[in-house]
């Protein structure tokens, strides 16, 4: 076979009058890469890719630099207490504020005290003497039961992850932080009211407010929202005054006195 570095060309040459052998190259122009070069080419461009950096979207920008200011307080649970954003989990409802639950150290309590005397230590008992409501201490003790069943039939508990979400709720406070009512005490509301009406009259809430002897409910918020900005108010002229108070005093001149106590 003839090697050549010419392109791919037929080259004839002649044997006989009546016969011909025809060669053909089988090496690549030299304008061509070879398989070694492709590859190392290969490495290099790869290698150039992955040193380029990532390019972060804005959101995970500002996600990232929360994380390192504001946000870095919340990286650790808060011992005694709850981690999440102030102690209003729901900030349009301020009113709603759960209270911690009680720790698997002191259900476990709860549960033995009354497996070892059921008769005597009874619901109402353990209320009394935990200061917890009815309805919690009869749900500790279904949860407990269930839990003792569970761990009876050989499936695992996952208490490490109760003691992580523990530290998380807050539910190492004292016992004294803890006092509730035996029952829930609901508010006294009126009974239901009933009135008949056609199926084609407007009844507005206005109408509604008339049957009821109540104010209408828009013209309660814009009461509460006046009274809020009375407050923010009234608050804001106490600070104003309070930072002229300050700045009076001190624009008032102040009287230095030189004594000599190198005698003494």
């Known amino acids: ?27 690549l122009r030299s ?23 990532v390019k972060l979207s804005r959101r995970r920008r500002r996600f990232q630099e929360w994380v390192r200011g504001p946000g870095s307080k919340y990286a650790r649970p808060s011992e005694g207490t709850t981690n999440y954003l102030g102690a209003t989990p729901f900030p349009n409802n301020p009113l709603f504020q759960p209270r911690p639950p009680l720790s698997d150290t002191k259900r476990e309590e709860i549960y ?7 008769e005597a230590w009874t619901i109402r008992q353990l209320a009394v003497k935990f200061g917890y409501s009815l309805k919690r201490i009869e749900a500790i003790l279904k949860l407990k039961s269930s839990e003792k069943n569970m761990e009876a039939q050989g499936i695992p508990l996952q208490q490490q992850f109760t003691k992580g979400m523990e530290q998380y709720m807050g539910a190492n406070q004292p016992a004294s932080l803890l ?69 009076v005093d001190n624009k008032k001149p102040s009287k230095f006195v030189i004594v000599d106590t190198s005698n003494q």
């Open 112 to 118: 033995q005290l009354h497996t070892s005397d059921p």
């Open 31 to 53: 304008t061509q890469d070879t398989p070694n070069d492709i590859e190392s080419n290969t490495d290099e461009s790869i290698t150039t890719t992955e040193a380029e950096p």
């Open 179 to 247: 006092q509730e009512p035996l029952i829930d005490i609901f508010p006294d509301v009126s009974k239901p009211r009933f009135k008949l009406l056609e199926e084609d009259v407007e009844f507005t809430s206005k109408d509604a407010a008339d049957v009821l002897n109540r104010k209408e409910y828009t013209l309660l918020e814009k009461q509460a929202i006046a009274s809020e900005e009375a407050k923010f108010e009234s608050l804001s002229k106490i600070a104003t005054q309070q930072d002229e108070t300050s700045t």
């Open 1 to 27: 076979m003839l090697r050549s570095i010419l392109q791919p060309n037929q080259v004839k040459t002649i044997v006989s009058n009546t016969q011909y052998r025809t060669f053909t190259t089988t090496l």
